[in-house]
């Protein structure tokens, strides 16, 4: 299955949504993959396994189900994520990249590749479920950097 979306992230016509610099955008994506916990639901812990310059590789334990992926790093312009294959879970993509059409319009495009499980259902379900956790991440980052996390 592969899905991919758009979200805005400051919209010059809309006084009412605080505009974020791309930097601000950039380190709230860092803080993600580096503190998975404040974003992702049911997690219950993180090990980071191995870190470099420009990746990290993690272990992120879910109960007794143990997940383990490797994220790169582009500075500035994009976060990817790959899923380790295991028996329990297929090897899945993210990649989350920062679009900037024209200075100051921001956006983050989401997108996912994984194997399908079941069908179309169910992967319409999932589609949905990325769609919502990516709204979230945006609105997470949001609050970051209204408290001055992100500068």
Known sequence: ???EHLVQINDPDDPGIVPLTRRQLWNGLK????????FVYGLDAVRI???GTDYLERELHFGNRII???VSFVVEDSVHYQ?????EFPSSTLLMCIEEPKPGHLFVRFSYETASLTGSEYDDFVRQAY???DLDTVARI??????GSLD
């Open 1 to 3: 299955m592969k899905y």
């Open 31 to 38: 803080v993600r993959a580096e503190n998975p916990g404040e």
């Open 68 to 70: 383990n992926d490797r």
């Open 49 to 51: 396994r191995a870190r």
């Open 142 to 147: 949001r609050r970051l950097a209204a408290n």
């Open 131 to 133: 769609f919502e956790a």
């Open 83 to 87: 899923v380790e294959p295991s028996a």
